[in-house]
């Protein structure tokens, strides 16, 4: 028994300049997004995220589809919260088992 599967793609990563390369000529509008991702060797779904990403970077986000995405700036906004939170978070631990630990001193 043969297998006619074709063998998946080793993951690739890209830098950013690249990626703004590609959907820059996406943009252009002489090709599509199909087109461009032949020429690159690319998958289309990945030029489209590319593309996708971009518009909501660049705060032209499509009104349909899953909805408002957070841009790049964003994304790294809410870590930086969220890790802030976690820290304030474990601060009120430490401050109420000190708070309890003296109140029981003092009787």
Known sequence: ???????????????????AEIVQRCRAGDRSIGQVARDFDLTETAVREWVRAAERDDGGGSGGGSGGGLSANEREELARLRRENRQLREDVGILKRATAFFAGETR
Do not use: G, V
């Open 1 to 19: 028994m043969s297998s006619s599967r074709k063998q998946p793609r080793p993951r690739r990563s890209f830098t950013a300049e690249f990626k």
